[in-house]
């Protein structure tokens, strides 16, 4: 019997065992699965768990170990042997590649095949969002230089990670001078020296960028390179999602208030400068206030109940800023210093637990749910009812039909999907959800025993060793693929495919 026979039929038999032996919940409308696959590539004596793929599935990778070197192949590309590799790291396009490689004492990051700059140590490999810059930060005498497509920058004693905007034509990065001082540093151009500065942060459509920043005694907001007015203390800026809008908390006296598009806006004993939030549309604005020891939430500078406390970073809005919910502490009546959370939504205090989890609105704004924890079980709360008991719930999304809410679940060691209240079958893990065109189906990979399958409405398809990455993706609304590897017992012979499944309706 041959190595790929053996393998197959193995799968298949442990496949049977392992689906015979789900317990749990049901799964949802089962779907035909027309499935092709494609041989990619048949591997001997290689790292097992260095086998990646390109977001787009089209690149593999994979290392090998040669004596005490390390080679890595990328697509058509083979590095020669190196005392290690590691850190791959694929362009959003999946068309470009890089990977840190030591020879001897020192680190090189290898960028599309091209080795740069020997440094003392390597961090922070990046790709821009829009895979035309390649970034890394490379340490060589006890400074720390910014590399871009194999460019040095300026040395710092330390440098920050980058930030970008989201279209990726745009960079800014902070530079630590000395233990006290710091520069940043947008499209290339260095600021003046302050001795304090927060991350700089792009509007989504990238004309505008802004970071707070402190010289002389005094704190302010540097917006478009121009530096706005000075006040005791100012928080982070916050942009809002369509890129008209500033907003940021100041201390002037003895009040604080937010500063919005430069105006000052009405007084209050306290802001809490991690609360302002901008709707998605951009038009509506957000933020926790504390006057007369009570806390309020302001949105578009009308107070809403009082509490006694509310967790600053609980606010959520939905996208038209129509809804605002957040999280209120109050103290037992019954036992004294026990404190429990509730969620207000639409102004509307919901039941009492012990703690509040994860937050969503649907896209449409329509629909609202939220875990919380109470007696050390945690419940999902959607549209004001409640679903189940479990150890643990994270992942909450809603799908792009705004009807679907998707969460993973535990009881004890079996881990499950719940769509809209209903579990799943048990695995032994699961993995997020895969975000599907038009929310048609539910696609997630699951694990049992040695075995991975791709999920679709809770139905399982082939057994695999492992899916790539668990790199599920959609090619289009009713179309998905990954790559499924299958390995013989002791993992050093690996055949990898290439699967397409054909998605019928529901």
Known sequence: MTMTNDISVRIAMVGMLVLAGCGGGQPGPKVERKVTQEPVAELMDVVYDSVRTSPDNQTLAYIRAEEDKQRITVGKHESQPYDEVGWLTFSPDGKRFMYGALQGERWKVVVDGKPGNAYQSVAALKFSPDSQKAIYIGEAGGKEILVVNGREQERYEKVDPPVFSQDGRRMAYRGHIGDEKMAVVVDGRKSPVYTDAGEPVFSPDGRHVAYRAESGGKSFIVYDGQKLKSYALTGDPVLSPDGEHLAYAVVVEAQEMVVLDNQPQAPHDIVAKDSLVFSQDGQHLAYAVQDQKQWHVVRDNEAG???????????????????????????????????????????????????????????????????????????????????????????????????????????????????????????????????????????????????????????????FNSIVDGNVVFTSGNTISYLGLLSDPDKKNLKIVRVKEELGGR
């Open 305 to 463: 109940p009082a509490f006694p406390q509310i967790e600053p970073t609980s606010l959520r809005l939905s996208v038209d800023g129509a809804r605002v919910a957040y999280v209120i502490v109050r103290e037992s009546e019954k036992v004294k210093g026990v404190k429990y959370q509730s969620v207000v939504l639409d102004g509307k205090e919901g039941g009492a637990f012990d703690a509040v989890g994860e937050m969503v609105f649907s896209g449409d704004g329509k629909h609202f749910a939220y875990s919380a924890e109470k007696d050390k079980k945690v419940t999902v709360v959607a549209d004001g009812r409640s679903y189940g008991k479990y150890d643990l719930v994270k992942s909450m999304t809603y799908g792009a039909d705004n009807q679907t809410l998707t969460y993973r679940a535990n009881r004890g060691f079996n881990l499950f999907v719940v769509v809209n209240g209903k579990s799943h079958p048990y695995y032994h893990d699961v993995w997020p959800v895969v975000e599907c065109p038009g929310g048609k189906y539910v696609v997630y990979v699951a694990t049992r025993g040695l075995n991975r399958y791709v999920m679709v409405n809770g139905h399982p398809g082939e057994a």
